[in-house]
């Protein structure tokens, strides 16, 4: 037993988790609030089967953070809560208001923050059974990939960055990469890249598929017209939330080492 002048190795171990626990629900807070308010800031438009339908906003920057700094638990969580407030912005803020036209957008980033997050180790523990979370985040990139194709085969180049995330995660499941928080220039965001990716796709995933089978947009749309805007769109989120999540990750080194589960 030891007393307040005098803390076991225990009791300093509770104290640790305890903190830590603490930092990433109040990150998931502010990583919410931040994805609902940049939903409003629009960077380019959305083209639907009869031309503009709206505007895509900021946040697919801010999607991918929920599972590398929150892990695949912490990060669907928190990535639904965002998506909650999504959708009540855009009852309200016009820029914001693609998600009501496409409304399975909402579940983009509670879907990014558990694929991504799975995708951190090639194990991660789940209710006390290890898995390998990148060969499952590259299941379900499968299928997305073979939903869009059966419909939209015509314009079959379109899921390209579907392809990217799942050679990415295949290389995960196979090397793990770890954030160095010492690394310098180039390569402190370049290790980071490999989840952006991941997380832009399936953040992405759910307004293609609300696309496809809920606006019923048709092949020529998607290959000629929407594909050179969103290879764009992805790239830029891709670098964006790479120097995003290389910063927080060197401020908070621990966030890394927590966002297991």
Same mark, same amino acid.
């Given at each position: 037993m030891s007393t307040d002048g005098d803390m076991g190795p225990q009791d300093e171990?509770?104290?640790?988790?305890? #903190? !830590?626990?603490?930092?990433l629900h109040a990150v998931g807070m502010i990583l919410a609030? @931040?994805?609902?308010?940049a939903s409003a800031i629009p960077i380019s438009a959305f083209f639907g089967?009869?031309?503009? !339908?709206? !505007? @895509?906003?900021?946040? @697919?920057? +801010?999607a991918p953070l929920f599972g590398i700094l929150l892990g695949p638990k912490r990060?669907? %969580?928190?990535?639904?809560? %965002?998506?909650?407030?999504? *959708?009540?912005?855009?009852?309200? @803020?016009p820029s914001a208001a693609l998600a009501l036209a496409v409304p399975t957008m909402v579940l983009g980033p509670s879907? !990014?923050?558990?694929?991504?997050?799975? *995708?951190?180790? /090639?194990?991660?523990?789940?209710?006390?059974?290890?898995?390998?979370? /990148?060969?499952?985040?590259?299941?379900?990139?499968?299928?997305?990939?073979?939903?869009?194709?059966?419909?939209?085969?015509?314009?079959?180049?379109?899921?390209?960055?579907?392809? %990217?995330?799942? +050679?990415?995660?295949?290389l995960?499941?196979?090397?793990?990469?770890?954030?160095?928080?010492? *690394?310098?220039?180039?390569k402190k965001y370049l290790q980071v890249v490999p989840f952006t990716i991941i997380g832009t796709a399936t953040d992405f995933s759910m307004?293609?598929?609300?696309?496809?089978?809920?606006?019923?947009? /048709? %092949?020529?749309?998607?290959?000629? #017209?929407i594909f050179p805007f969103m290879l764009g769109e992805r790239i830029a989120a891709i670098v964006v939330s790479a120097i995003i999540a290389s910063v927080a990750l060197a401020a908070f080194s621990d966030l890394w080492t927590g966002t297991t589960e």
């Open positions: 171990m509770e104290l640790l988790t305890g #903190v !830590s626990e603490t930092k609030a @931040i994805y609902g308010v089967s009869v031309g503009v !339908s709206g !505007s @895509i906003g900021l946040s @697919i920057c +801010i990060g669907f %969580a928190y990535g639904l809560v %965002a998506g909650v407030i999504q *959708a009540a912005l855009a009852t309200v @803020i879907v !990014s923050g558990l694929f991504t997050g799975l *995708a951190l180790r /090639p194990w991660t523990t789940v209710a006390g059974k290890r898995i390998p979370g /990148p060969s499952i985040t590259i299941i379900y990139l499968l299928l997305v990939i073979i939903l869009y194709e059966i419909p939209e085969y015509e314009a079959w180049w379109f899921p390209a960055v579907y392809f %990217a995330a799942v +050679i990415t995660a295949l995960l499941q196979v090397k793990e990469v770890r954030f160095d928080p010492s *690394a310098e220039g180039w307004m293609t598929l609300g696309a496809v089978y809920l606006m019923g947009i /048709p %092949a020529p749309v998607f290959g000629f #017209v």
